[in-house]
């Protein structure tokens, strides 16, 4: 233990001496890059953040010295475990080792730095016209080394090939240091010339793997199955004299296990000017498979298929197929043959010409693999049989026998992939807590055994790695093992890239990660928890480069591993298991990690497998905390209703925001545990409770449907203007707006610091205070201003989460009641101008805004309403792109998160308002409003309910 202790120091040591880039043996980085997103864990050395390949030369200089395996990393979406390593020094090279460096339009071609996100390059190409062919379902944070390392394909493979047909030279760096440029076929007299020309290590490789190829021709030709997705293996056969030595080919695939990646050149092809989307439905998947072949010969640029159970809800409008094909074609007389021969074939036919609808439908493709894992009645499925391929012709008989396996193993999941090509991904249900009953081990044998039994490839994308490197012996004769033995040992005769992978693989069962997270070990608050680091599968939503996204505002900001949702989930796993992270609930390395979270709740609708960080984040602040000091927000902000409450009895409200106006403000920022750099939003004299325009809300008044308004802690005491507009658009669409006869609260401010048991005493209290209404009226709806208070009544455990509605829900249920105000409103209402600026549109066209759609109402409520009212009424609401403002309820005031903050504001909300500084604001989120008037100049946003109130008709309506 003290010589592997001595020498991580050791080489940490002189890793920061000679990198500029990032270097890291902390427990948090390792307990990260632990994981990939398969079945397996494995604990590295330490991570190193290269910002040149100058530093890759180093690094692999110093861990050659210090005998440390290396391990070259991309975003860390490998399914079959190729991504971790044990004891490695990895290099996670996507995350400062990137660019595209050169498109050539001429020559159709790019040159690529390995940690280059795919989605980076197809934005560097489309100008141009043209595109990466292979586009995994991960484009938008997979990188061009992974991609690279594994042969990644994608659902347009089946017109333009896998990674390795699109690969043109690699410049590679050995283990020993020795560097070399391959490229791909070479006619006979250009290898000649590169097998005498090449001088020292790197001639001696290339003639030895020369002499290989000469030596074996029999069993390079015999024994390597011919089909559009074998990737299994070393593709030892592109070495084949007719194959022109196709050392780049012969390179793509080897999952880092023989040269690292500095550079590559890819191939690009021209990009389709409009595409059309034929969805169509089928009885089940074989009978997909089946219908696919007749389609092939019309060249379709996708032939996706899914099993009915990952779309129980249906695609493009249609809904009780079995079995999904989703066919791409150029728009035009391509797609329209497309269409024509689906139709003959007697499926269910849609399509969808809308960019937009597209990529809705895309999405749920891509998201295949997270929602796989997840079977309708919540039992876990699990990657370790995925990306078989077998000739496109066997794939329906192969598909009926392997469901036939499953049901003999007692095992269940859904099918979907690359149909086209007959390639499968499948999720199932294995008991991975027990995995040596023999049962998983059982059946991926048997497994094996069918695919080479069909004439296929273990993988057909995606490479092995731990999950398939042993049973490559079941699909390869001996001889072809011991030639990727000598394949290997030609490039890395020291075995340290990658080392257990392909060659002398470790088990398929061993390392697994979900035995220690066994829910029976741990009581009933922790089950949670238990959950959030098992459900993570690591596909890595989380981490993509779109800055127009939600989740995970922190990782976009820091670009840590540690502060995405994956990586926190990660960090909870290793907390339960208790050997890497050893302090249990007091983990300070859990505790940074989950200090940048939002609690925006983003993750737990765009995640895949809806990982609900901000519920962890509450019940490990929960534990954290227990007998031990507070920090002061917690109490201040956290106990924010309260505080407001006891302020205004006391009639303290005034005096204290005007101190924290002065020059005092300091002073009480640092007594309420706020930071300095952000002045505390002021308290108005009254609350809404307190004024006059409440008399007759209360119960009492004329009549109209009675609906209950939520006067939120936001609403009530810092922003009464909002409710008292929200009580003047209800009362003239016809309601009776009535108020708790005391005080509410959701809990949600106690619920976020983790102040659980607080937050339960605090619904409790708001129950009982509800109670004579809601009993009195049954039917009677509860509509909530603010989407935070909103979505926490929603939650599963509220039992109000019935009556709850949005203020854009309630009107939009009940607009056919006031015709008369709806057609007025859709006349009536007139852009506004403000002094001295130009009117943001002409006087006879409709009122237009900015939406900013508050993260709890993207991530729990949705917009549907909003944008269903805004059309009835006759507004243009455009909706900004989805991100978070940065605020996030106390996380903006808490002293350390200033600086995150504001550079997530900065990422999608302040140049879009920049852009138009004229334009109205929407934005119901008090956090959002906030946000925008402290870092936009002061600029007001207003509620969806202060707008249509500034729009009411101002006569009186007859019949309202």
């Known amino acids: 233990m003290t010589s592997s202790v001595e020498q991580a120091r050791s080489l940490e040591r002189a890793l920061r001496g000679a990198l500029r880039g990032e270097v890291d043996f902390g427990t948090a980085q390792r307990a990260v890059y632990a994981y990939d997103a398969s079945n397996y864990r494995q604990v590295p050395l330490g991570v190193v953040k290269p910002a040149s390949s100058d530093d890759v030369r180093a690094a692999v200089a110093l861990a050659r010295e210090h005998g440390v395996p290396v391990l070259a990393r991309g975003a860390g979406t490998s399914i079959g475990g190729q991504a971790v390593s044990p004891g490695a020094l990895v290099l996670d090279l996507r995350a400062r080792f990137a660019g595209v460096t050169e498109v050539d339009p001429q020559a159709r071609t790019a040159r690529v730095l390995p940690g280059t996100v795919l989605d980076s390059l197809q934005a560097a190409a489309r100008p141009h016209g043209l595109v990466f062919g292979p586009d995994p379902s991960t484009h938008s944070r997979c990188t061009l080394g992974g991609m690279i390392g594994n042969d990644s394909c994608g659902p347009h493979s089946v017109v333009w090939g896998r990674t390795a047909d699109n690969v043109r030279s690699l410049d590679l760096l050995l283990a020993d240091g020795t560097e070399l440029t391959v490229s791909g076929p070479l006619s006979a007299d250009e290898r000649a010339q590169l097998l005498r020309g090449t001088p020292g290590r790197a001639g001696e490789l290339l003639r030895g793997l020369h002499a290989l190829a000469e030596q074996n021709l029999g069993t390079l030709r015999q024994d390597f199955p011919q089909l559009p997705r074998r990737v299994s293996g070393y593709a030892l056969d592109a070495l084949l004299p007719e194959r022109g030595f196709d050392l780049a080919r012969a390179l793509t695939g080897t999952e880092g296990t023989c040269a690292l990646l500095l550079g590559a050149t890819v191939a690009l092809a021209p990009l389709p000017s409009r595409r059309v989307l034929v969805v169509a439905g089928y009885a089940d998947e074989s009978a997909t498979a089946e219908a696919v072949l007749e389609l092939l010969p019309l060249r379709p640029l996708t032939a996706e298929g899914m099993g009915g159970d990952l779309v129980p809800g249906g695609l493009a409008g249609l809904t009780g197929p079995g079995g999904w094909l989703l066919l791409e074609a150029e728009a035009g007389d391509h797609a329209r043959a497309v269409e024509r021969a689906?139709?003959?074939?007697?499926?269910?036919?849609?399509?969808?010409?809308?960019p937009v609808a597209q990529r809705a439908v895309w999405r749920v493709r891509e998201a295949a693999a997270g929602t796989a894992t997840r079977a309708p009645d919540g039992s876990e499925a699990w990657p370790g049989w995925e990306d078989t391929a077998v000739p496109p012709e066997r794939l329906a008989g192969y598909l009926r026998e392997l469901r036939e396996l499953m049901a003999a193993h007692g095992l269940q999941g859904t099918p979907f992939g690359h149909f086209g090509e007959g390639c499968v991904?499948?999720?199932?249900?294995?008991?991975?807590?027990?995995?040596?009953?023999?049962r998983f081990r059982g059946f991926l044998t048997g497994a094996a055994d069918l695919v080479v039994r069909h004439g296929g490839s273990l993988s057909g994308e995606h490479g092995d790695g731990q999950a398939?490197?042993?049973?490559?012996?079941?699909?390869?004769?001996?001889?072809?093992i011991e030639l990727f033995g000598a394949f290997k040992a030609l490039w890395d005769p020291a075995n340290l890239l990658n080392p257990g992978n392909l060659v002398d693989p470790r088990p398929f069962d061993a390392d697994l990660r979900q035995?220690?997270?066994?829910?029976?070990?741990?009581?009933?608050?922790?089950l949670t928890l238990v959950d959030g680091a098992r459900r993570c599968v690591g596909v890595g939503a989380c981490v993509t480069d779109d800055p127009a996204t939600v989740m995970c505002p922190s990782y976009a900001v820091t670009r840590e591993e540690r502060h995405s949702t994956r990586g926190r989930a990660r960090l909870l796993g290793e907390l339960l298991r208790g050997d890497l992270v050893t302090d249990g609930w007091r983990s300070r390395e859990v505790r940074e990690a989950l200090d940048l979270c939002f609690a925006c709740k983003a993750c737990a609708s765009d995640c895949p497998v809806h990982v609900d960080m901000a519920t962890y984040k509450s019940e490990f602040l929960h534990r954290f905390y227990r007998h031990r000091p507070r920090p002061r927000i917690h109490w201040t902000l956290g106990g924010l209703p309260r505080n407001l409450r006891l302020l205004r009895a006391l009639r303290l409200g005034r005096p204290v925001g005007a101190l924290a106006r002065s020059r005092f403000g300091p002073?009480?920022?640092?007594?309420?545990?706020?930071?300095?750099?952000?002045?505390?939003?002021p308290i108005p004299a009254r609350a809404f409770t307190e004024g006059t325009i409440t008399e007759g809300a209360a119960g009492a008044g004329s009549g109209g449907r009675p609906v209950l308004l939520w006067p939120d802690t936001f609403g009530n005491h810092l922003q009464p203007e909002v409710l008292r507009a929200a009580t003047t658009v209800l009362r003239r669409f016809g309601f009776r707006p009535v108020l708790p006869q005391g005080p509410v609260c959701c809990g949600l401010t106690q619920t976020t610091t983790g102040r659980l048991d607080a937050a339960r005493r605090t619904r409790d209290r708001t129950l009982r205070t509800l109670a004579p209404?809601?009993?009195?009226?049954?039917?009677?709806?509860?509509?909530?201003?603010?989407?935070?208070?909103?979505?926490e009544l929603r939650a599963p455990h509220s039992p109000l989460a019935d009556r709850v509605r949005t203020f854009a829900e309630l009107?939009?249920?009940?607009?056919?009641?006031?015709?008369?105000?709806?057609?007025?409103?859709?006349v009536q209402g007139k852009p506004e101008s403000k002094p001295d600026s130009k009117p943001e549109s002409k006087p006879d066209s409709k009122p237009s805004a900015l939406v900013q759609t508050h993260c709890h109402q993207h991530a729990v409520l949705g917009t549907d309403a909003d944008r269903r009212l805004a059309a009835r009424l006759g507004l243009d609401l455009r909706q900004l792109p989805p991100s978070c403002c940065g605020l996030a309820g106390d996380f903006g005031f808490e002293p350390g998160h200033e600086a995150v903050s504001v550079a997530a504001a900065e990422r999608v909300l302040l140049p879009a308002l920049r852009a138009e500084p004229d334009a109205t604001v929407l934005a119901d989120g008090f956090s959002c409003r906030t946000q925008i008037a402290q870092l936009a100049d002061g600029r007001r946003a207003l509620h969806l309910a202060e707008w249509l109130e500034r729009m009411l008709p101002q006569e009186p309506l007859s019949d309202i």
């Open 667 to 681: 002073l009480l920022a640092w007594l309420a545990g706020t930071t300095r750099q952000r002045p505390l939003p």
């Open 425 to 438: 991904h499948l999720r199932i249900d294995f008991d991975l807590d027990r995995p040596q009953n023999g």
């Open 773 to 791: 209404l809601l009993d009195a009226d049954p039917q009677l709806p509860i509509v909530v201003l603010e989407p935070s208070c909103a979505a």
């Open 811 to 826: 009107l939009d249920e009940q607009l056919d009641r006031v015709p008369e105000l709806v057609a007025a409103l859709a």
């Open 468 to 480: 398939r490197g042993e049973l490559l012996a079941r699909m390869y004769p001996p001889r072809v």
């Open 342 to 354: 689906v139709r003959a074939q007697g499926a269910a036919v849609a399509v969808v010409e809308d």
């Open 515 to 526: 035995p220690a997270l066994r829910r029976e070990l741990f009581p009933e608050l922790t």
